[in-house]
């Protein structure tokens, strides 16, 4: 069992930065895989970015390569999402997701567990 929580968000000015943390619990976090997923008013979760157990490979949507930036520390159990050059478009409440060992992957369906989620407003 994993319990995810993600803090970090806020207002910013487009064209900001802003650090998502995922933190979570347990004593195996380096056999999971996380992603994180967004999800903007009106529309579906999607995809955002994925890292491997070992931080070895990672995965970005198309939309946020070169700006957004997913690293993890498996000795603090917290991953971290950097966004920079944030545009109103990013607007979105932001989850983490845990899936057991594997690459990571885009598909919502392969995560296990599921953060509350930080929101993120990013104005123009």
């Known amino acids: 069992q994993v319990q995810l929580v993600e803090s970090g968000g806020g207002l910013v000015q487009a064209g900001g930065s802003l650090r998502l943390s995922c933190a979570a619990s347990g004593r195996t976090f380096s056999r999971y895989a996380m992603g994180w997923f967004r999800q903007a008013p009106g529309k579906e979760r999607e995809f955002v970015v994925a890292?491997?157990?070992?931080?070895?490979?990672?995965y970005y949507a198309d939309s946020v390569k070169g700006r957004f930036t997913i690293s993890r520390d498996n000795a603090k159990n917290t991953v971290y999402l950097q966004i920079d050059s944030l545009k109103p478009e990013d607007t979105a409440v932001y989850y983490c997701?845990?899936?057991?060992w594997g690459s990571g992957s885009t598909s919502m369906t392969a995560y296990e567990y599921w953060g509350q989620g930080t929101q993120v407003t990013v104005s123009s």
């Open positions: 997701a845990a899936r057991l």
């Open positions: 890292i491997s157990w070992n931080g070895g490979t990672t």
